[in-house]
């Protein structure tokens, strides 16, 4: 049971570039979310996924698209990166609502730089 | 707005001397409030999960407590190997499990 993986652990961007963060669960939640962590501002939500087939906008969306592509699998898009979206992103998953379901378990996170 | 304020924004601990993190928070409706401990480079891990005020959890040398507008993160006889960054997060309103985090409490205990 590998609870949150995220793939790459590490990218390096050019500005202009695109790219695809993977994040995969394994524990059958139904909701799952990407958010971005700089120094001095806390996580802040992107995109999240309430359940499959579903997807909307949260904090910062700007410049970012997300897929679900089934229940296991939510991917977040760069379409052309800029400068500011260096960060480190995490993505959860939450079971669902009432008690423990509701709480959500982060992946390790992916470090982008973007030149 | 949903607001969530953490303090103090760094912590330096001798090991065994106790203290306390504030999470203060300002939410239309809550239904949770989180707490996440964040080692560097990792992700968060899940502590404790209250509900209403009056509510505490406890594990190891941590007690997290919530009143109505903040909750405590105990910490008592802190070794070493508690020195993380210390999240809190709540979940307001609607079901969507969007979570709203503060800044974080960067604890540094010292042997």
């Known amino acids: 049971n590998a609870g949150v993986t995220q793939t790459p652990k590490f990218q390096v961007l050019k500005t202009g570039q695109s790219m695809t963060l993977q994040c995969a669960q394994d524990?059958?939640?139904?909701?799952m979310y990407w958010y971005r962590q700089d120094p001095g501002m806390g996580l802040r939500l992107i995109y999240y996924?309430?359940?499959?087939?579903?997807?909307d906008k949260g904090e910062v969306p700007n410049g970012y698209n997300v897929s679900r592509l089934n229940k296991r699998e939510f991917s977040l898009r760069l379409e052309s990166a800029a400068p500011s979206q260096t960060s480190v992103y995490f993505c959860a998953s939450r079971g669902g609502s009432g008690g423990s379901q509701e709480t959500q378990y982060f992946g390790p996170g992916t470090r982008l730089l973007v030149l | 707005e949903d607001q969530v304020t953490q303090s103090p924004e760094a912590l330096r601990l001798q090991e065994g001397e106790s203290s306390s993190l504030n999470c203060s928070y300002t939410?239309?409706?809550?239904?949770?409030l989180f707490w996440y401990r964040q080692d560097p480079g990792k992700g968060p891990e899940f502590l404790f999960t209250?509900?209403?005020a009056g509510e505490e959890k406890e594990k190891e040398r941590l007690k997290a407590t919530l009143t109505k507008k903040e909750s405590f993160l105990h910490i008592t006889a802190p070794k070493p190997e508690d020195s993380a960054t210390y999240l809190c997060a709540v979940q307001a309103g609607s079901n969507t499990g969007k979570l709203i985090f503060g800044q974080g409490t960067t604890l540094q205990v010292k042997p």
């Open positions: 996924s309430a359940s499959e087939g579903t997807t």
């Open positions: 939410v239309s409706g809550l239904r949770g």
């Open positions: 209250l509900y209403s």
């Open positions: 524990m059958n939640h139904n909701s």
